[in-house]
T-cell receptor, first 114, second 112 residues
């Protein structure tokens, strides 16, 4: 069981570039969540997806951020025109059911915007 | 605005002692409560979940929940240096909610 796979582990982007973060959930898990952890801050919910559906994106910034979980392939968190304030650790988690909170987290992607 | 509050620490305890970590939450309707452990530079790992008032024990860990006081705690018995990490309290408001609200975490240091 490979667990929740995230890549890349580290990503450096210049201001204005696009960042694409990928997440493959655990085998048997069809519910994917993205959380962001800013330095010295707690984890903040961004979006919850099931295959081909965005269920709750209330934590996503209104602009520049989007997420998808296609029928085939990993979930993608996309940040367009990155700014310094986007520098953070982005964690993906998966679970076998939608409600609850017993997540398995991936190892995260550390995004640095220079 | 749902809030989860934790003392940021650091909390230092000697090896073998009991570490007590506390958490309060603002949403009185919250139904599910979790403790995650996060080592520096690593991802959070679920260590305990609790859903009803009282105590829940798992090995050296005991989670305690008091919904009337909106208070959750985690006790770690026989603390080991390997327990040194940041402990995150997380709350799900229930009613079909998909989100967890996390506290900022308490950093625990177990001194050999």
């Amino acid at each position: 069981n490979a667990g929740v796979m995230q890549n890349p582990r580290h990503l450096v982007r210049r201001r204005g570039q696009e960042a694409r973060l990928r997440c493959s959930p655990m085998k048997g898990h069809s519910h994917v969540y993205w959380y962001r952890q800013l330095p010295e801050e707690g984890l903040k919910f961004m979006v919850y997806l099931q295959k081909e559906n965005i269920i709750d994106e209330s934590g996503m910034p209104k602009e520049r951020f989007s997420a998808e979980f296609p029928k085939e392939g990993p979930s993608i968190l996309r940040i367009q025109q990155v700014v310094r304030g986007d520098s953070a650790a982005y964690f993906c988690a998966s679970s076998p059911t939608g409600t609850g909170g017993e997540y398995t987290f991936g190892s995260g992607t550390r995004l640095t915007v220079v | 605005q749902k809030e989860v509050e934790q003392n940021s620490g650091p909390l230092s305890v000697p090896e073998g002692a009991i570490a007590s970590l506390n958490c309060t939450y603002s949403d009185r309707g919250s139904q599910s409560f979790f403790w995650y452990r996060q080592y520096s530079g690593k991802s959070p790992e679920l260590i305990m979940s609790i859903y009803s008032n009282g105590d829940k024990e798992d090995g050296r860990f005991t989670a305690q929940l008091n919904k009337a006081s909106q208070y959750v705690s985690l006790l770690i018995r026989d603390s080991q240096p390997s327990d040194s990490a940041t402990y995150l309290c997380a709350v799900n408001s229930g009613a079909g909610s998909y989100q967890l609200t996390f506290g900022k975490g308490t950093k625990l240091s177990v001194i050999p």
